[in-house]
């Protein structure tokens, strides 16, 4: 008969911790996570002894997702505070493989673009300025407010701007901010930054498809009145 494996004659490298963070976590057997997350043994048996025993007693990795608190804690060596970490982790599993993304907001138009920031920005007492980052569909794939204040070029910096874009490796951005007086007329800045970050976009290959100055209940498009060009 085999004697039972004892965690102190696994060399170090082969280690369920050592493996996952050379290796990461498709290197390891269904033993080897289970090890990780009961992380101790008994007086009797090394952890990867009773995660074996584990799997043995449910049989199939289903059966064990299935397995109620009561019957976890049925092996021994599981007593609540195992059963429970166990439990979460598998929940949390099983939340992850049924998780449905929700669908991405589409920018066809400055009008979709007002619609998906109206309601957060009108009543704003200062200037917010904001960047979504778009996919190559026009969907939103993150929304950032960068700058609080008074718009100038010296606050609005290109590299911060547009860095966040490029680190969710999208295809395009907008920009917009609020004018807390409720007119959304572009002010000489306003236009003097959507013309310098345009061009810096233009330098990145990442075109800044607009910049919308949202007011209240209205606002104004700097594509449409011509302060982007292609």
Do not use: W
Not at 27 to 38: K, T
Not at 47 to 68: G, N, W
Not at 91 to 96: D, N, T, V
Not at 181 to 210: F, H, N, Q, W, Y
């Amino acid at each position: 008969m085999t004697s039972p494996l004892i965690f102190k004659d696994i060399p170090k490298t082969e280690r369920p911790r050592e493996k996952i963070l050379k290796n990461g976590a498709r290197s390891l057997s269904n033993q080897e996570l289970l090890a990780l997350m009961l992380r101790t043994g008994t007086k009797e048996e090394s952890v990867m002894v009773l995660a074996q025993r584990l799997l043995y007693t449910f049989d199939d990795l289903s059966f064990l997702k299935e397995a109620t608190l009561e019957e976890l804690q049925t092996v021994k060596g599981i007593g609540k505070g195992k059963a429970a970490e166990l439990k979460a982790a598998l929940e949390l599993g099983r939340r992850l493989y049924t998780y449905k993304a929700e669908e991405k907001y589409t920018i066809r138009s400055p009008e979709d673009v007002a619609d998906f920031v109206m309601e957060d920005m009108r009543f704003l007492k200062q200037e917010h300025f904001v960047v979504l980052a778009l996919n190559t569909k026009n969907q939103v794939l993150h929304k950032q407010t960068l700058f609080i204040g008074s718009l100038n070029s010296s606050i609005v910096h290109p590299r911060e701007v547009f860095k966040e874009a490029l680190r969710r490796s999208a295809a395009s951005i907008i920009c917009l901010h609020n004018h807390p007086s409720g007119d959304p007329s572009p002010s000489r800045e306003d236009i003097d930054v959507t013309k310098r970050l345009a061009e810096c976009g233009r330098l990145l290959g990442m075109e800044v498809l607009d910049h919308v100055i949202i007011g209240d209940e209205t606002f104004t498009s700097l594509k449409e009145k011509g302060h982007i060009t292609q």
